[in-house]
């Protein structure tokens, strides 16, 4: 079993019994919303369902003083207006006489998750729960929240497993103050919130949601807050933040457990958030999470107000929780115009800002923090005293960080269901038959949004050695067919040495017959070995299979010394995009190639502020992944680079391999296609200047088709004051 699902329905039973408009979105269908969805899509019974328990006093402890404890427990016996009095004296809170009850089964839940997880009887899972907790205080219930359950379940996980790195995700809408405060000093907890903030003009309200607060004494550079001050950020911003701000902090931090304040009223249709991310957006979240700590995730729920989108959104994030492919993010893959106040500072002296610009593009530069101290890499078993570095690679001195965000194209998104960029199909590829799929008509929100049922993976894999050496998961297949004769020999016949080499072309019917599953559907994602030396002319091969069966963008990540095809058409059909040697070059909007980084930090940089926004922004049917001659890069790497490019394409990926490395490597893709997390890179090493070199030059030549890379830096200014 690989996801829980920890729920209590007593859960339900907390509710406003008095006007209150603030209050009443709080409401117990956002529960039973969410697991109908669960339930409807076949979730919920792929899930290890457990029961919630009420947290003890000692646990409430953990995070709350006794006198609150007391002050919440005596709600049990007070009657209405004694209750609406009490409320009264917290900012937007009710209680009811089942809130104490409620709570503690909300913060049970969220501890029996951490415990499922940290005994390794799941690998993730989501506590669905009420009352929410990211606002709530050592003293003060606040903003719906009454326990910090995600706060408590950080200490639990220290104190009881003794965890030294752990990293909150608070992608809620609403600033999670509680949290802040409670992690405040403590280096050992990353904390990272996006939330509406309009300079300030968003409740709560407050100068510490802003991104100058960056965690104070021991605990300075571990609170990373990213106000947006404007609604309407939609998927490419959500994309970009982890992209661009999380994902390089979280890979140095290296967290070993992965909390998430699951909260989605930062969905579409949202009457708190009014921004604009579409419910898929959440499963590329949690699979972009799904990297970071082994794919050690609890996410646990916070905030949530529009009752479809909200149960949409639960779903799609459970969904890939269970291993699943992620659906394709669709729209303009267009971040908003700006990030500005971009601060990354030493505490409170110097900052830098970092700008997300669109036209005119002021490119990331290095040089403007180039004075900053050289980053201490923190030694594995103890980061308190680390530096943040950038995903360019480059330091930006102490302590990161913050962001915040404007946009300026606040023209309406448009409903993801009927813009497709250049007018693409998005149903090249038919979803399969042979996989079970619950029986579901997709249900549309408001905005014409579906969402669409997705099959269980399947990966298969065609190899030359035999199947039992290989140990592959449980859900793997074998691929045994191959194409015809003919039909291969007239397919690789431009190739005169695959033609002529017996077993080159047996191992290209194999993948031509792998190939033709994943394109009609049946199969999802397939690894393939190419005959010794013969990756070059198989990827030929497979792309011009892949257009004449009508793909219209293909994205083909090219690893080692693979040419692109002399002879095909740079129309924009192909993304091609080789990692090899020292070489940076731009043949053409879609024709790169980046150098193969040779530290941790380098290839962190390369993937997640090249490879990623390239291949999102491109929004391919299909990927495909080759690792040829000299590709160079270590088992744990090429896993990442296949974990994370299930994303763009629906999870379509092929990867081919050479023979010779197949082994290990192979069952190592194998595990990830699938869905596993892939194994740790090892220690961070920092990107070296060339690297950092490379890629900004890269970068800057390709920002103007490529808005998914634009990060850039303008000098450094003050903290503004609340406005
Ligand atoms: C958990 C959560 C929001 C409170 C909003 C008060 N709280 N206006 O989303
Ligand atoms: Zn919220």
Redesign the pocket.
Known sequence: MGTALVYHEDMTATRLLWDDP??EI?CPERLTAALDGLRQRGLQQRCLCLSACEASEEELGLVHSPEYVALVQRTQTLDKEELQALSKQF??VYFHPSTFHCARLAVGAALQLVDAVLTGAVHNGLALVRP?G??SQKAAAN???VFNNVAIAAKHAKQKYGLQRILIVDW???HGQGIQYIFDDDPSVLYFSWHRYEHGRF??FLQESDSCAVGQGQGQGFTVNLPWNQVGMGNADYLAAFLHVLLPLAFEFDPELVLVSA?F?SAIGDP?GQMQATPECFAHLIQLLQVLAGGRICAVL????HLESLSQSVCMMVQTLLGDPTPPLLGLMVPCQRFEDWRVGRGAEAAVRVTMLLPPIVPWSPSRVSRQPRPLTGQASNKVSMTWTWAGGSSLGFFVVNVTVTRLDVAPVLSPSTHLPEGRSLSLLAESSTCEVAEDTPSPLPGGLWLHPTPPVCTAVALAVPDAALALPPRVLHQEGSALREETEAWARPHKSLVKDEKGLAALGKILCLLGRILDGQVRSGIAATAACATAATLDVVIRRCLSHGAQRLLCVALGQLDRPLDLADDGRILWLNIRGKEAAVGSMFHISTPLPQTTGGFLSCILGLVLPLAYGFQPDMVLMALGPAYGLQNAQAALLAAVLRGPAGGRILALVEEESVLQLAKTLAQVLHGEAPPSLGPFLMASPEEIQALTCLKAQLEPRWKLLQVAAPPPGPCSPVA
Do not use: T, V
Not at 302 to 305: K, L, P, R, T, V
């Open positions: 603030e209050c709080e900012d937007a929410p990211h606002h903003g719906f929240c809620d809408i609403h409740w709560p909260g009223d708190e916070e905030g949530g107000y």
